[in-house]
Each structure stands twice: as structure tokens, then as C-alpha cells.
């Protein structure tokens, strides 16, 4: 059987602050990997846009963009009701000049539009501020963006669909976030900004993004250096050769580490009930454990979750199994409070925080589902697990 993977794929936007794109701390020595889109196969070109000068009016923007996509009714009036209430290029900091908005009556959305003659500046300020975001715990900041870079303008569509019709011409998706990676098949560019990159690929959410047509790599072909991995049908999973390997994998944008606690003790709160049981690590097939968060004592627990390098991968998805479907049975539903077990190769994440799921599956790591009956939607990743009855997924069900 073979399995077919996307990237995680596209919440709805309500500005552009909400797009902004994850990037390292320049403060930091040595930043993270930079993402592939700013990588691999990356073009001299740092700004592509229309032929030719760049636009000078919000009308003239809506004339290009019209050759790919409806833009019709521009508006460029402050009160116009399709603008963001707020928006952070209103601080003046990020090149921008005017901006409007035009509706997309083909795919029934609306597209900001924004006159950048400092594309510099807009990509600076952008960096600046999705490292803000970073730092104050949103990790998934940008894996999703709907920023298009074009010549000496940007637009940011609120719909899926109008980003694919836009970034079939030379404008591109601006990302920054050293999660989101592009497939083979997509282009690859630089921005003007260091460890940011600029793609075709519209990673999404709801499904309506670029397709994503790589193929599953057979691992059995590659060696032994991935334990725990399936033996045919996957892209791969992470994986570490120890805690600290693991640590610095998710820490500091994916779940916050600051304070860790390397134990093999049983730790729980009423909020946060952990995937390993009772017995301990070494019966979970975990070799080495620890718990990234505040664990309480004066004051209730705070922001746990659980890294695990694993020995036995097979024993651990099995009693996770067993578990999962014990919770299921009272009602059909996961206890609120317990964790999601996220697996790689020969590693483990027992994750509590929705906001870190995003950041994480594009790592790719993949959710343990055992739910009877289980199947995703078209363009998630679905891969076999070592136990029957389950499959790695980076689909979640929405909350009833």
C-alpha cells in the first residue's frame, strides 16, 4: 500500500499580522537551519514580480493581478469594511506606502493589497516581527502564509485558493518559519533577508493548497540509521540520538524547554495526564525521559509536555493503543487532558499545547491515531504505524 504526504495544509486569515512567518532570534549565536524555500536550489532572483518597473498605483497592482485571478471593486478608502481593523504595516515600519483591498469574486474572497517600494524594509519588518511572535510561544507563526511577494507591492489573500491562482505567475509566498518546507517540484528563491525564503508551494490547511506530488521514499533501502521506521511507505520521520539531540529538535519554537526535567518518574497534574502509564518508562519501551514545563507545586502545573527517546517503538505504540482506546470507550472521545503522542523514528512527544501541533508536524512528526474507523481528508499525510489498528496522521479531527 502506498501512502501519499503533504505538508499539514491552511487556516483562514484574518490580516496580515496573522501571517507573519517564523524566523530565528538574531540575538542567538548561531541561528536554526534556514528553511528549505530559502536553501536548495535557490535562485539569485530576490524579488520576482511582474516584467518590467514595478507598479506605482494600487490600481496598476490590481491590473496584474487581474491576469491570474479576480480583483475587482479596489477599494483605498481607511473605512473600507474588507480592511483589517488592525494592521501591523499601519506602524509605518515596514516600507509600506498605501494599501487597498479588491475582492476575488471568483473564489468569493478578499485580497489586502499593499505598495512596497522598500522591499527591504517589508521583509525586515516581517522578520522582526514573526521572531516576536516565536518568542512569545506561537511556534506555528507562518507555516501557513499567505504573503505574496511581487515586484514593489505584496497582497495577502484570504482564501486558499486565490494564493494558488496568484503564485502561478512570478509573484511568491514569503515564509520564514525554518518549519515550513517545500516539495520537490516547487521553486525555491531567496528573499532580501537572511534565513527567510520565497516559493510557489501554498502550503494549507483546508486542503486547498498546492498538491504536494513527492513520492514515499522506501527506508528499507536506506540502511538501518532510522530505528522504529516503517518499513516501506513513509517520507521519513525525525529522529535523535539522545535528549539533548531531541531538546534542541523542538526547543525553543516548537515546545518551550526552558525548563526541563530529565526523570523516570511518573508526573501528572489534573491538566496534563501523560501518554506513558504508571509502570514507568522502561515498560513503555522508553529509554530516556523528561518533562519540559513548570510541574506546580505551590501553584497548579504549567505547560508540560513529555520528550521520550525511545528503544522499543513498537511496545510503546502498542500500550499507547491499548490506552487510547480505553479512553474512547466511556464516551467516544479523548479525555480533554490528555496528551497527544507525536512519534519519529526512535523519538517521542507527548504534546498538550494545540498551538504547538502545527510547528511540529511540519518537523514531521506524525500523531499516533488508534481511533476505530479513522480516515483524513485528501492532502494530509496518513503512514502506517508499527501496530495494527492505528496509522500516523497529521490530521486532527475538530473538537465537537
Known sequence: MRFKRTLT?????????????????????????????????????????????????????????QKFTSCERLGTGPNDERLPATDDTKDGN???????????????????????????????AYYDHTMKEMQAGNGSVGLFSRTIVGKGFVVVPRKTKTAVDLVASD???????????????????KTLVDYCGLTDFV?????????????????????????????????????AGSMEELKKLVHPYYIDCTQITVTDEHVQSIDYLPVVGREGPAAWGVKERAVCGQLGGAQRAHNLNWLDVVSDMKTLQTKAKAAQLADLKDDGRINLTQTKLLVGTNIALEVNAAANLD?????????????????APAGYRVERAQVDGCVLTNFERPKS
Request: net charge negative; charged share 15%; aromatic share 6%.
Open 359 to 375: 510547528g511540529l508536524y511540519q518537523r514531521q512528526f506524525l500523531y499516533l491515531n488508534c481511533e476505530p474507523g479513522f480516515s
Open 94 to 124: 515596514w516600507g509600506v506606502t498605501e494599501r487597498g483591498v479588491c475582492t476575488d469574486v471568483k473564489r468569493h474572497g478578499d485580497i489586502l493589497i499593499y505598495l512596497v517600494p522598500d522591499m527591504k524594509a517589508f521583509q525586515q
Open 171 to 189: 509573484m511568491r509566498i514569503i515564509s520564514c518559519n525554518p518549519g515550513f518546507s517545500v516539495p520537490a517540484g516547487y521553486k525555491r528563491e
Open 9 to 65: 495544509a491552511t487556516a483562514a486569515i484574518a490580516s496580515l499580522i496573522t501571517l507573519t512567518t517564523a524566523c530565528e532570534d538574531p540575538a542567538k549565536p548561531t541561528p536554526p537551519a534556514a528553511s528549505p524555500a530559502a536553501t536548495a536550489g535557490a535562485s539569485a532572483q530576490a524579488s520576482p514580480a511582474a516584467a518590467g518597473a514595478a507598479p506605482a498605483t494600487l490600481a496598476e497592482v490590481q491590473a496584474y493581478l
Open 203 to 239: 502550503s494549507s490547511k483546508d486542503g486547498d493548497g498546492s498538491p504536494n506530488l513527492e513520492e514515499p521514499h522506501d527506508p528499507s533501502s536506506e540502511g538501518s540509521e532510522k530505528p522504529g521506521q516503517p518499513a516501506t511507505g513513509s517520507l521519513g520521520l525525525p529522529s
